[in-house]
């Protein structure tokens, strides 16, 4: 299932995931349609509730962020530099008959899917959160 966003004043969408925020979106979450649970995207290659909770963390310590500093919009924007990648580089005829219907990951870093949990360990707990790829508004 292919999902599509429409924002008026909005042309182009991109899928690029950073912790679960999409790419030029203000305080969007991606989430299952039938459940309405934040859509999360686990390890391929180690437990799937590692990075779960790694996300839920990074967007409880953001929501935080946002209330002592007294923002009200937050979203991730990715620079020009940033081209789109497929989000899973398994070789599966399954995963790549649905590539179309993935969300992408970015070239470089924070934009990539690293499927390391000791580096998004370090990035999603102790990085910065106004990094410069994350913009705050009042």
Partial sequence: MRTFIRIEGLERIDERLRSGLIDGIPHFRAVDDDRGEPLTFGYINASWTLRADL??????????????????????KADASVKAQPFMSLSSGYVQRAQAHLPKQGSHAPWQVKSNYLYDLLTLRLARLEDGVITFEK
């Fill in 55 to 76: 996300t839920a963390q990074y967007v409880c310590r953001l929501l935080n962020h946002m209330d002592r500093h007294g923002h009200r919009v937050v979203y991730p």
